[in-house]
Structure formats: structure tokens, C-alpha cells
């Protein structure tokens, strides 16, 4: 029997349990909780047309009296749009406009799924109760139970004698205990009275009362807490509050107490301003640890950072980023938002920019503080860009305009200005592009003028006009199989390529150094038409590249084999090269042989290498090789090699050469256990330089990470620097699904972290040299 009647009952909000993010499983384990249904969810009539409006009843037996009662048994089943109610018996009392359900009653919407003993809806008053409730969220790992599930006119939700958990039944290793929980829909938060955490059934943690959001809609109160241990800081407590000032404005503040050190307090504010078409979006943070007591003398320890970005109209583009510290060790002792201790440069910018279709102008300040040592970058105070582009000018000719007016400041003579640079740099370039290769020719001047007469260097001239002409011709030709190797079938690409390359010369040794370092020679860099960063220094060259790639891709268009080899052939010796190192001219026909290749191997068997090697005298001169077995995503064994020799350290002058070796491992044992482990041998040194090692065991509902750290860190004091190892043992212990979905992290200096999921991709990321793919040790 089919019934068609009007239902209005309320929606199930869907449970979140910290801020600003819903419940999730962590990202290492995830556990499928299927719910222990009584009976099968009904499923809508194949001939029923759904309206969200209307009903649809069902049952084995029905008895009804038009205005008063009708009594449904046996199989009953209601459905209206997306939910479904099943019981052994329902009565719909049409005078009172109510609908009482039991015996094995199921209620299922997009959101969740309950189970009670019976079900009570006023539809009047759009009201409803289920008693003795069980419930699981959809999609999450979240459940629970509720003696008393109420949906009230208002479409809130309380639940008494309510408990929640993210582990499997029957016995959950945690669960969440609460008097009363209310969900308040409208403002999309709940409150919870009588908290109690228990963990293997014990209670561990108690709050009278806590409020929740219930939506990515973002609520003020304090993030759960964290502790930590590390030799340095001693015992750490940290309690963080969020502060949700308005939809376009936050604050978290983290006040951290540490026991070797005092209390160390971080303030993170962020906002967005602007329209939906033109938004800015920024942060501030400041952070302060007043009269450090690890340090002999005390100091105060700070920080501020500021950064901003977004746009003003259709052709406005804004860009800030300031940091500073209280000194040159900030990074390495303490567990900052902003950096990390490797880092030991500040970039400290400000850009505009106007954006047109054939044109752009870009103004720029800049400051680059380098903690540890005395002499510091020059600022850019200010630089003008105007980039103007005119394709298909003239006949397939096209035109391109560089320009920049650039002043810089001095900061360690402390002038106000120690050079101005105006360079103009108009090309023109006749591109010939098509299936089988391409051809294009161009044609540059590049016209320089300083202006010196701030500089404190003697050697400068006060005023310098530069003019040099550029040349260029560069093409490839695109050659392509099919072919087979071992029993395999390939497309096979041969790429050669070649450029020539002609720059003028003048004498540019009255030219100060302002923003200007020699580039890495490798394949790419072979085909530059620069040796050098920034203008100060712009090479004569008379040259000519050559290369040749060679790509294999399988039957699934997937690239399996690259390798490129190149070199430059010289006709005449660069002058300003020689001017630059400080060297006499010598005779060099050639650069170095640049190779690079990446190959899979064998199945889960991947190599990845460079090699540059001098021909002149049948040297290397860099060498980086890495060979890895990755057989899933979070399954790794590397073994990678890196050579690098004459590297001149830049604090104290010393040329030495670089030569290590590493090994690398991510491993799950089993579904629930993950082991990872760094290790790192200078062989020129002839010592350690990183041991890292990780072990984590991760179920649905809790983790638990210990790891160990040695590694080499970089302390500075009176513009000098010095290496000293620091090893320690930390210990994370997680509860997924109480946290939110925060990242774990884990910082050399303190060894704290924060809770959150965590996995063996997680934990690569945390040694001195972090995994990036493919080679590449560190930079």
C-alpha cells in the first residue's frame, strides 16, 4: 500500500570536531565503519516520482481512517527525497499531525545514518525524537551513540547522554562522553556540557564545557593542546587560541611554555579584503620570547613577518613579504611559523605591477638580509620594469622590449645610494615553428648606463655607458619511431638541437657587483645566452651549442627514457669571464659535457643522474646520481651520490670539495606500521652528516611516531660561523579524529610538533636533506 503525505522533518547537521575543518580519518590508516543495521535501508520505487515535498509510505499491512489514524505494520518503509525511515510499525495521527515509528528503526539521509528504538515527529511544530540512538556520519569515520536525539523547531539538534568516536565497535580504543550535546544549525556551532575523554576506557580528560563548530564556518575558543620534549627546550605546553574576529579577519595566538626557556608566545593574523573579482590576502605574524634562559646573557627573542598579495581591478597586481629577527640564530634554536633552520636568508620585497595585453610595468624594492655574515647583499631601492611585446610586427616579425631602471643602496658603507643602472635591452625575432622543428633568429642591443658617483669604491668609474650586441640563431629537428627493445614496444623522439650565439664585448671591470652571480652550467644552462645573473656582467661569446635529446615512451604514451647530452663549442675565449674569476686568458675550446638522464629501469626501478665533465683536462666537474626502488607512493629505498668540487664557502673564503653519499628508506611494515631513515656520509670529511630515523604506528582511531635525530646544524655568533651536531629523540602521540586536520611537523631545534595525521611521506620531509624528486640532495 502507497500513501502520499507531507513530511516536514529537520536535517542531521553534520558533526565537526575541531576547527574549521570536518572530521576526517587520518590520512595513514583509513578504517571503513560499516554501520550494524537491523534491517536493509529501503530504496525508492522505480516507478515513484520524487518529490522533496511529498512521502511515499510502504508496509505488508496498513489500517486507515480518512482524518484520523493510520497504522502501518510489517516492513515499513517512508521516503521522502533523500531520506528513508524503516520500522516494524508506524502510526500517522493526522489530527495531531504526528508520526511515531519503533521496532527496528533505521533513518538514513546524506549525512548520516541512525538507528533507534523509536522515533517521534511533531509536524507541526517540525519537531522530532529518537530514542536510544546509535549513529554514523557518511563519508567519516566519526559514530556514537545518543540516549535522546531531539530535532527542535528551530532545526537545532541535542543529543543527550552522548558519546563519539572514529574507532571500530565493539570496543573502542577512545571515546568522547558527553552529558548534553546542542548543535545550533543557524550559527553552525555546538556546545558540549560534561566532556570526559576516555582511552581504553579510562578517563584521561575532563572539560565542564567546550564549544564546536559544526561547518567550515569558524569559531572562536581554544585548539586542542600539544606537548613535547626535546634537550634544548626542555618540557613544552603549548595551548593555542583561535580568535575568529570576522568572516575577513582571524587570530591565533600560541603561547608555548618551555621549561629550559620560558614562555614563548606566536600570534598568527590573517585577513582578506577586497572584492570576489580583486581580493588581497595577507598575514601578520609576531612572535616573542622574553628573557630567553637558555642563553648565557638572556636575550630577547623576536620575530615579525608580514606578506600580502592579491589585485586591484582587472590590471592591478600587489605583492609584500618582510621578515626580521632578533639575531642570526633564530631559526636554529626556536620552532617558528615562518622559517626553518636551514634557511638562513631573508627576503624582505615589495612589488606593484600593471598588467596590459602587449605591455606591463612592474616597480620592485628589495632587501636580502643574510643571517651570519657582516657583509650584506646591496638593496634595490627601488627597480623599474616595463616589458613591451609587439608578436607578428612586421611579416612574422616580433618585437620585444626589456627595460629597468634599478638604484641600489648600499648597506654596509651606509650611503644613501651607491649606483643607479638604466639598461634598455629592444629584440627582434623571426620564430619559424612547425611538426618537424623550428628555426627562429634573433637580434638584440643591449645598451647599459651606471651611474657610480655614491660608490666608495675607488676602482669604479663614476659614470659607465655600456652598448653590446646580441645574435642568436637556435632551431631543432623533430625526429620520431616506432620501435621495440627487449620484446617492448616504444615511441622513440630524437630532438637535436643546436644555437649560436654571438655577444659583444666592452671592459666592464669599472662596473660595481650589485646583483650579479655565475649560473649552474648544466644541459639547460648550455642553451642561455648568459653566464651570469642580473647585468653588472654580461659575457662576450662566439660560440656554438649543440645537443641532442632522446625520449622512449611506451604504449601508454608514458615517458620512460630521457637522456640529453650537450656542450659549447667556443671560437674565441670570453673576456669577461676571465675579468670575473681573476684568471688570465686560456685557451678553451670547449665547455664542459653536460649529460642528463632519467630512466625507468625496470619496473618500480627508476635512475635519475647528471654529469658534467670537463674534456680539456678529463675531470668531473659535478656529478648527481640517484637510483630508486618505488614500487606504491609511500614505499621508497634510494641510494643517491653527489659530487661537487672547488665550492668556495662564502663566510670564509675556504675552496673545498663536496663528495656525499646517502641513503634513504620509507617503508610500511605492515598496514599499521611505517619505518623511515635517512642516512648521510661525507666522504671528503669523512663523517656523518644526518642520521634520521622514524618509526610510526598508526591506527583508524590513534598514532603514535617516535624518531631520532643527529644531524649537522649552523650556529652563528660575531659574524662568524660554526657546525655542531644536536641529536635527540621526540615522541608524538596522536588521537585521529580529535585534532582536526592540522599537519604534523617536526623541527630539528625544539622537536616539537603538532598533532594531526601522519604518514611516511610526512616524515620524508623532515630530515636536513627533505625528498624532492628526483636527485637532488639539497640546494
Known amino acids: 500500500m502507497q500513501i502520499r503525505y507531507f513530511l516536514a522533518m529537520s536535517l542531521f547537521p553534520t558533526l565537526v570536531l575541531a576547527d574549521n575543518t570536518t572530521a576526517a580519518p587520518s590520512s595513514g590508516s583509513i578504517c571503513i565503519i560499516e554501520p550494524n543495521l537491523p534491517r536493509q535501508i529501503p530504496t525508492s520505487p522505480s516507478s515513484a516520482i520524487q518529490d522533496p515535498s511529498e512521502i511515499t509510505i510502504t508496509s505488508n499491512d496498513s489500517q486507515a481512517q480518512l482524518g484520523q489514524k493510520a497504522i502501518f505494520n510489517g516492513d515499513v518503509s517512508f521516503i521522502q527525497g533523500a531520506r528513508r525511515i524503516a520500522a516494524d510499525e508506524a502510526i500517522v495521527d493526522q489530527q495531531q499531525q504526528s508520526l511515531s515509528a519503533n521496532g527496528n528503526l533505521v533513518f538514513s539521509d546524506d549525512s548520516f545514518i541512525v538507528t533507534a528504538d523509536s522515533l517521534v515527529a511533531q509536524m ?188 586591484i581591478g582587472q590590471n592591478w597586481r600587489m605583492m609584500a613579504n618582510y621578515t626580521d629577527v632578533s639575531d642570526d640564530n633564530y631559526f636554529n634554536d626556536l620552532r617558528s611559523d615562518i622559517s626553518t633552520s636551514t634557511n638562513n636568508q631573508l627576503i624582505r620585497v615589495g612589488e606593484a605591477s600593471y598588467l596590459e595585453e602587449n605591455w606591463d610595468l612592474t616597480t620592485t624594492v628589495q632587501d636580502i638580509k643574510v643571517l651570519g655574515e657582516s657583509d650584506q647583499p646591496y638593496q634595490v631601492m627601488p627597480q623599474l620594469d616595463f616589458n613591451y611585446r609587439a608578436p607578428d610586427v612586421l611579416t612574422g616579425l616580433d618585437f620585444d622590449l626589456f627595460s629597468e631602471a634599478t638604484q641600489f643602496k648600499d648597506q654596509n658603507s651606509g650611503n644613501y645610494s651607491s649606483a643607479t643602472r638604466v639598461h634598455l635591452e629592444p629584440s627582434l625575432s623571426y620564430p619559424i615553428q612547425g611538426p618537424a622543428g623550428s628555426l627562429t633568429t634573433e637580434v638584440k642591443l643591449l645598451q647599459t648606463n651606471y651611474s657610480q658617483q655614491d660608490n666608495t669604491d675607488s676602482a669604479l668609474s663614476d659614470s659607465v655607458s655600456r652598448t653590446l650586441p646580441e645574435a642568436r640563431v637556435s632551431g631543432q629537428i623533430n625526429f620520431e619511431r616506432y620501435t621495440s627493445y627487449f620484446n617492448q614496444n616504444y615511441r622513440q623522439t630524437l630532438t637535436p638541437q643546436f644555437q649560436y650565439l654571438y655577444v659583444g664585448y666592452q671592459d666592464q671591470s669599472d662596473i660595481g657587483l650589485y646583483d650579479t652571480a655565475e649560473l649552474q652550467n648544466d644541459y639547460y644552462g648550455l642553451f642561455r645566452d648568459r653566464r651570469y645573473s642580473g647585468l653588472d656582467r654580461i659575457a662576450d661569446a662566439n660560440q656554438m651549442t649543440v645537443g641532442v635529446t632522446t625520449k622512449l615512451f611506451n604504449t601508454q604514451n608514458r615517458e620512460i627514457f630521457k637522456f640529453s647530452l650537450g656542450q659549447i663549442m667556443y671560437f674565441q675565449d670570453s673576456q669577461v669571464i676571465s675579468e670575473y674569476s681573476n684568471t688570465t686568458n686560456t685557451t678553451t675550446s670547449s665547455s664542459t659535457l653536460a649529460s642528463d638522464i632519467s630512466a625507468q629501469l625496470y619496473n618500480d626501478w627508476f635512475i635519475n643522474g647528471s654529469v658534467q665533465y670537463n674534456t680539456q683536462n678529463n675531470s668531473n666537474t659535478k656529478n648527481e646520481v640517484s637510483l630508486d626502488y618505488r614500487p606504491a607512493p609511500n614505499k621508497l629505498l634510494q641510494v643517491s651520490y653527489r659530487y661537487v668540487p672547488n665550492l668556495v664557502n662564502t663566510n670564509t673564503g675556504v675552496t673545498s670539495d663536496i663528495s656525499q653519499t646517502g641513503f634513504r628508506a620509507a617503508w610500511p611494515i605492515t598496514d599499521s606500521i611505517s619505518l623511515v631513515g635517512n642516512w648521510y656520509y661525507d666522504l671528503s670529511e669523512k663523517q656523518t652528516v644526518e642520521t634520521y630515523t622514524g618509526f610510526q604506528y598508526d591506527t583508524c582511531c590513534w598514532a603514535v611516531r617516535v624518531t631520532y635525530h643527529d644531524r649537522i646544524k649552523t650556529s652563528y655568533s660575531n659574524d662568524t660561523s660554526s657546525a655542531y651536531f644536536q641529536s635527540g629523540v621526540y615522541l608524538n602521540f596522536i588521537i585521529n579524529g580529535l585534532g582536526g586536520s592540522t599537519t604534523s611537523s617536526s623541527s630539528s631545534s625544539s622537536g616539537s610538533s603538532t598533532s594531526g595525521s601522519l604518514e611516511a611521506s610526512s616524515m620524508l620531509k623532515n630530515g636536513l636533506f627533505n625528498y624532492r624528486s628526483p636527485i637532488y640532495l639539497n640546494n
Open 124 to 311: 507541526r511544530s517540525n519537531t522530532a525524537t529518537l530514542q536510544r540512538t546509535n549513529y554514523w556520519l557518511k563519508g567519516q569515520q566519526a559514530h556514537g551513540t545518543a540516549g535522546t536525539l531531539e530535532i527542535t523547531k528551530e532545526n537545532n539538534l541535542i543529543l543527550s547522554q552522548a558519546t563519539i568516536t572514529t574507532c571500530p565497535d565493539p570496543k573502542p580504543d577512545w571515546v568522547l562522553e558527553a552529558n548534553k550535546i546542542k548543535i545550533n544549525s543557524s550559527e553552525e556551532w555546538g556546545e558540549i556540557w560534561g566532556a570526559k575523554l576516555k582511552i581504553a576506557d579510562i578517563p584521561v580528560f575532563y572539560l565542564p564545557y567546550m564549544t564546536i563548530p559544526v561547518s567550515n564556518k569558524r569559531k572562536s575558543g581554544f585548539l586542542f593542546p600539544s606537548f613535547s620534549s626535546s634537550t634544548r627546550n626542555g618540557l613544552e605546553f603549548t595551548v593555542p587560541y583561535y580568535w575568529n574576529i570576522a568572516p575577513e579577519y582571524d587570530l591565533t595566538v600560541t603561547p608555548s611554555y618551555m621549561s629550559n626557556r620560558g614562555l614563548y608566545t606566536k600570534s598568527e593574523f590573517r585577513y582578506l579584503t577586497g572584492s570576489d573579482s580583486s581580493p588581497q590576502t595577507g598575514q601578520l605574524n609576531l612572535e616573542y620570547l622574553g628573557n630567553d634562559q637558555y642563553e648565557t646573557n638572556n636575550s630577547d627573542r623576536y620575530l615579525y613577518h608580514w606578506q600580502q598579495q592579491g589585485s
